[in-house]
Antibody
């Protein structure tokens, strides 16, 4: 059974760095073709893909946020970590992690964690 | 970047009726298209991948069609649990989602 769960702060101040952790089970990120992505959704708005890390440690970022994002993995702990620097109120959103197999669609999602950026 | 455009933004349908949702890509994505359902406060759920293949456990009333730039999600007979927001997503290139179609009770 594949499960993913996001954890991190619910509130961050402007200019701070957000660090989110995705803890997963039911698959291994050392298996060929496995990937984990981060996706966010501002309140009432659409989904936006942010970053992906692959089984072979390749990393990809959305162009608009590339300079602020870092994704990493700890295969032994079954965790993926996302950092987003210089947070702004427009970064207020629910952040999801999701699994991808063979660089395709998102078949399993975490429940999401709402992050609010406010002073 | 490929842009995904969904229409309509809101679809008002009576229970038991058919719902047809559209998704258009700004350039061909072949059949690299997925559909998701999202209910308030929940994560998206995968419905369709490969433009027309139902994901595991998805009822047969959901069907997908299309290829290239034009795609359709059809819900043949709407049930109460189907009222939600639906997103399309292309995965030919970096993942891009449409803006969503809200299916509401008429």
């Amino acid at each position: 059974q594949v499960t993913l769960r996001q954890s991190g702060p619910a509130l961050v101040k402007p200019t701070q760095t957000l660090t989110l952790t995705c803890s997963f089970s039911g698959f291994s990120l050392s298996t060929s073709g496995m990937c984990v992505s981060w996706i966010r959704q501002p309140p009432g708005k659409a989904l936006e893909w942010l970053a992906r890390i692959d089984w072979d440690d390749d990393k990809y970022y959305t162009t608009s946020l590339k300079t602020r994002l870092t994704i990493s993995k700890d295969t032994s702990k079954n965790q993926v970590v996302l950092t987003l620097t210089n947070m702004d109120p427009v970064d207020t959103a629910t952040y999801f992690c999701a699994r991808t197999v063979d660089y395709t669609y998102f078949d399993y999602w975490g429940q999401g964690t709402l992050v609010t950026v406010s002073s | 970047e490929i842009v995904m455009t969904q229409s309509p933004a809101t679809l008002s349908v009576s229970p038991g009726e058919r719902a047809t949702l559209s998704c258009r890509a700004s350039q061909s994505v072949s059949n690299n298209l997925a559909w998701y359902q999202q209910k308030p406060g929940q994560a998206p759920r995968l419905l369709i991948y490969g433009a027309s293949t139902r994901a595991t456990g998805i009822p047969a009333r959901f069907s997908g069609s299309g290829s290239g730039t034009e795609f359709t999600l059809t819900i043949s007979s709407l049930q109460s649990e189907d009222f939600a927001v639906y997103y399309c997503q292309q995965y030919k290139n970096w993942p891009v989602f449409g803006q969503g179609t809200k299916v509401e009770i008429k």
